[in-house]
């Protein structure tokens, strides 16, 4: 069952601050953060763990709530470079054997200059 | 350079007749996982395998087929039963985690199918 992603769609001016949240209706134990530009393969960002701490990267960050089963991506002060669509994924489950991510709908961000 | 190769970029085929999408990496990863795209839909899960000789159907395995004959190959045919399948495909690996969920996954640079 996909995860679902909010918003849709955000547009920012560059140095703007974005927030995009991920939520799923089934216990999470792992969430992946993706970014992809049109026309190539997503990217990795970061992964997080059930039980983990926050993670960053450069001026982007996230949280892992496991309770509410929601994680949020956090993109401080925007760069043109982070405009793209950002993907969350969830998964697997506790049983190892059964190890894939399941991907949201995507975010698409863009960034104004 | 390590990586995952998938081939053609591009491909163009008759509606009615079966394609078959190369995908190949050298990580040594263990899983392989084939996605489809389409515009607001996300990535969507056709198959994947965690090891040779064997796989797993994904949400939307109908249609399509794949083989894992070798750990650095798993090629995905979209046959005929497939109802639309112009999309664009990915194909990503990762090495199996020794934590669940702890590994990133790598994408290839996918292929864009048209069916005419």
């Known amino acids: 069952q996909q995860p679902v992603q909010s918003p849709q769609a955000v547009i920012l001016r560059e140095g703007e601050d974005a927030v995009i949240n991920c939520s799923s209706s089934?216990?999470?134990?792992?969430v992946h953060w993706y970014r992809q530009k049109h026309g190539e393969a997503p990217v990795f960002l970061m992964i997080?763990?059930?039980?983990?701490e926050q993670k960053g990267h450069e001026k982007i960050s996230a949280s892992f709530n496991e309770k509410k089963q929601q994680s949020s991506l956090y993109l401080t002060a925007s760069q043109l470079s982070y405009s793209g669509t950002y993907f969350c994924?969830?998964?697997?489950?506790?049983?190892?054997?059964?190890?894939?991510?399941?991907f949201g709908k995507g975010t698409r961000l863009h960034i104004l200059p | 350079d390590g990586g995952i190769t998938q081939s053609p970029k591009y491909l163009f085929r008759k509606e009615g007749q079966n394609v078959t999408l190369s995908c190949e990496q050298n990580?040594?990863?263990?899983?392989m996982y084939w996605y489809r795209q389409d515009p607001g839909q996300g990535l969507r899960l056709i198959y994947y395998?965690?090891?040779?000789?064997?796989?797993q159907k994904g949400d939307i395995a109908e249609g399509y087929s794949v083989s894992r004959e070798k750990k650095e190959s798993f090629p995905l045919t979209v046959t005929s039963a497939q109802k639309n399948p112009t999309a664009f495909y990915l194909c990503?690996?990762?090495?199996?985690?020794?934590?669940?969920?702890?590994?990133?996954?790598?994408f290839g640079p996918g292929t864009r199918l048209t069916v005419l």
């Open positions: 990580l040594n990863h263990d899983a």
């Open positions: 997080l763990l059930k039980g983990g």
């Open positions: 089934k216990a999470l134990y792992s």
């Open positions: 994924g969830t998964g697997p489950t506790v049983n190892m054997g059964d190890d894939k991510i399941i």
């Open positions: 990503a690996s990762r090495k199996n985690p020794e934590v669940a969920g702890g590994n990133e996954q790598f």
């Open positions: 395998s965690q090891i040779v000789n064997d796989f």
